[in-house]
């Protein structure tokens, strides 16, 4: 079981930077692959970036590569996201997602979820 808590969303305006992060409980969780997912009213969750258990090879989304930055820290059981150069479309609530497989750019490979923090991005 994991249990997963997001922080770090705010209001701020276009070119600025945020970063977020997500705490998680649980034992085992090195063993799991890490995620961020985002999403809007109206819209499905979308991919934004994953990093595999030992931190090696992330992979982005292509609306946030090179802009944002997905690392973590097994020791202190942290994700964190370092968004910078930010857009009005970047604007969504943004969720941590942990699964237990593989990493995958779509929600249904994820067990566990946080609850999501607010970014917003004004022009």
């Known amino acids: 079981q994991v249990q997963l808590v997001e922080s770090g969303g705010g209001l701020v305006q276009a070119g600025d930077s945020l970063r977020l992060s997500c705490a998680a409980s649980?034992?085992?969780?090195?063993?799991?692959?890490m995620a961020w997912f985002r999403q809007t009213p109206g819209k499905e969750r979308e991919f934004v970036s994953a990093?595999?258990?030992?931190?090696?090879?992330?992979s982005y989304a292509d609306s946030v590569k090179g802009r944002f930055t997905i690392s973590r820290d097994n020791a202190k059981k942290q994700t964190y996201l370092q968004m910078n150069s930010l857009k009005p479309e970047d604007t969504a609530v943004y969720y941590c997602?942990?699964?237990?497989?593989?990493?995958?750019?779509?929600?249904?490979?994820?067990?566990?979820w946080g609850q999501g923090t607010q970014v917003t991005v004004s022009s």
């Open positions: 649980g034992r085992t969780w090195s063993n799991y692959v």
């Open positions: 997602a942990a699964s237990a497989h593989y990493a995958a750019d779509y929600p249904s490979a994820y067990s566990y």
């Open positions: 990093i595999t258990r030992g931190g090696g090879t992330p």
